[in-house]
């Protein structure tokens, strides 16, 4: 008589639709994981951006008083843009099919650069009721994730780099006007999309001024 062996040695059906989904699992966190880096690379990166031009035009912008004496002008862009004075990432936003730059021999007013990540950026002279000179930096076309980490970085303080304030808000909204960084409020509160004096916005604050999940701006002004 022939004896067969009824031990097997393969996985049941049920053992691999566990592998399948376990493997699942793992594929779903490490695609979340890699997303979470990215975007925490891409918030770096316009930060640092932020922050070096910041620094390159206020190392210029009393040259740009001095040279334009007009309480209401506002081509600070294209002052920073022909001093070069702008961190490499940046580019001129509107480029002809030679890759020049449209506005570089005009006087336009919207001018603007823009980095790899479509993000906006530019920068206004602003001259308040006493005669004080500020420059504003308007960052836009921030997804709420960018906003959020704009918003929660910490600028300065105005003994150190001049940062006066900085203001969020949906790009739809026009709550941002330029005396709610530098007035004082009839009531004595600061709005929760606003913060000045060095500070940042709170957590509640940001999520809530960040509400436009591709397109919101902030306006960080210094002196």
């Known amino acids: 008589m022939i004896k067969t062996n009824t031990n097997q040695t393969g996985r049941s059906m049920i053992e691999m639709l566990g592998v399948l989904a376990i493997i699942g699992v793992l594929t779903v966190g490490g695609f979340a994981l890699i997303s979470k880096m990215s975007n925490a690379h ?8 932020i922050g070096t031009l910041a620094n390159k035009t206020r190392m210029i912008f009393h040259e740009f008083v001095e040279d334009n004496t007009d309480a209401n ?4 862009s294209m ?12 580019s001129c936003l509107n480029v002809d099919n030679d890759g020049k730059c449209k506005a570089e021999n005009s006087d336009a007013d919207s001018f603007a650069f823009i980095d790899k990540n479509d993000v906006k950026f530019e920068i206004q002279h602003e001259r308040s ?18 906003c959020m980490a704009v918003a929660q970085s910490t600028w300065g303080s105005p003994s150190i780099n001049g940062y006066v304030g900085m203001c969020v808000t949906d790009s739809k909204k026009t709550n ?3 005396n709610t960084l530098t007035g004082s409020s009839s009531s004595g509160s600061t709005p929760s999309y606003i913060a000045k004096g060095g500070a940042k916005l709170s957590l509640d604050g940001a999520a809530d001024a960040c509400a436009n999940e591709t397109d919101n701006d902030v306006y960080l002004t210094f002196r």
Do not use: T, W
């Not at 002008?73 to 600070?76: A, S, T």
């Not at 002052?79 to 940046?90: I, W």
């Open 42 to 49: 891409r918030a770096n990166e316009v930060i640092d951006e």
């Open 73 to 76: 002008f506002h081509k600070m």
């Open 79 to 90: 002052y920073v843009y022909k001093a070069r004075a702008y961190p490499e990432g940046l």
């Open 129 to 146: 009721g006493n005669e004080i000179d500020y420059f504003v930096i308007k960052i836009s076309q921030l997804s709420d994730d960018l």
């Open 176 to 178: 941002c006007a330029f």
